[in-house]
């Protein structure tokens, strides 16, 4: 029986096979998505350093802010002088006392702010990643870490999208041997008729980019000196999708 059914199998199989083989494809277009990626070490970092002051006197609060950011800024451009520097987002604005229940009729009062916060931000921007803990922990001397993000030059983005073109080019072609091999076909009768590498069909999704690694920081400790922080800039995988169309002769 069960020798029977083994052989029913193989020879509906072949049926299947002789069938798929005798379907004709000559003049056939055959839409073949691709995509392709590069791996690259992060060679650039981008560090927000924050300085916030609160005071009751919201000029004091203003002039120790403004104070501290340039002790922080002259630290930074001493550490790592090749970095670049832009101050942004300055902020101020009231602190106000809890609010109480008011007893019942009374009528209620204007807020008065206790206090006002006020602080500002610096961006720098480095290739000097070995030097970065160091410059990092002298900044937080003054200033507290807010963000850090790694990521890739422009220049190192430039060089590695001809690598990440040839390496998508080539799985499209890899993919179209594979079809044609499966429609029983050479792969010199398939013609390239048209490649589409900005992925905008609606077969294609749009072009993948690796999200920034990002890592938040604790605020500076209060003495005046601070341990190096230890940073791990991580890679980047750039990808690229492609969409071919391939007319069998």
């Given at each position: 029986m069960t020798v029977s059914k083994t052989i029913i199998a193989a020879a509906l199989l072949l049926s299947a096979q002789a069938y798929a083989q005798t379907v004709?494809?000559?003049?056939?277009?055959?839409?073949?998505?691709?995509?392709?990626?590069?791996?690259?070490?992060?060679?650039?970092?981008?560090?927000?350093?924050?300085?916030?002051?609160?005071?009751?006197?919201?000029?004091?609060?203003a002039s120790r802010v403004n104070q501290k950011m340039k002790q922080g800024m002259d630290i930074v451009r001493k550490?790592?002088?090749?970095?670049?520097?832009?101050?942004?987002?300055?902020?101020?604005?009231?602190?106000?006392?809890e609010d109480?229940?008011?007893?019942?009729?009374?009528?209620?009062?204007?807020?008065?702010?206790t206090a006002w916060r006020v602080g500002q931000y610096l961006e720098v921007k480095t290739t000097n990643l070995n030097g970065l803990?160091?410059?990092?922990?002298?900044?937080?001397?003054?200033?507290?870490?807010?963000?850090?993000?790694?990521?890739?030059t422009p220049a190192t983005t430039r060089?590695?999208?001809?690598?990440?073109?040839?390496?998508?080019?080539?799985?499209l072609n890899e993919r179209i041997a594979s079809i044609a091999a499966a429609m029983g076909r050479k792969t010199s009768d398939a013609v390239l008729d048209t490649v589409d590498f900005e992925g905008s069909g609606n077969y294609a999704n749009q072009e993948g980019r690796a999200a920034p690694m990002m890592m938040r920081a604790a605020k500076m400790m209060d003495?005046?000196?601070?341990?190096?922080?230890?940073?791990?800039?991580?890679?980047?995988?750039?990808?690229?999708?492609v969409v071919g169309k391939v007319r069998f002769k």
């Open positions: 004709p494809t000559t003049g056939t277009l055959v839409v073949v998505p691709a995509q392709g990626e590069v791996v690259t070490p992060n060679d650039q970092a981008i560090a927000t350093l924050a300085i916030e002051e609160q005071d009751k006197d919201k000029a004091a609060a550490e790592d002088p090749q970095a670049s520097l832009k101050t942004q987002g300055y902020y101020t604005y009231p602190v106000y006392p109480r229940p008011l007893p019942a009729g009374a009528a209620a009062k204007p807020r008065v702010p803990p160091k410059t990092v922990a002298a900044a937080q001397k003054i200033l507290t870490l807010n963000n850090l993000q790694f990521g890739l060089k590695m999208d001809d690598k990440r073109i040839a390496a998508t080019y080539q799985n003495s005046g000196e601070v341990a190096e922080p230890s940073f791990e800039p991580g890679e980047t995988t750039l990808q690229m999708q």
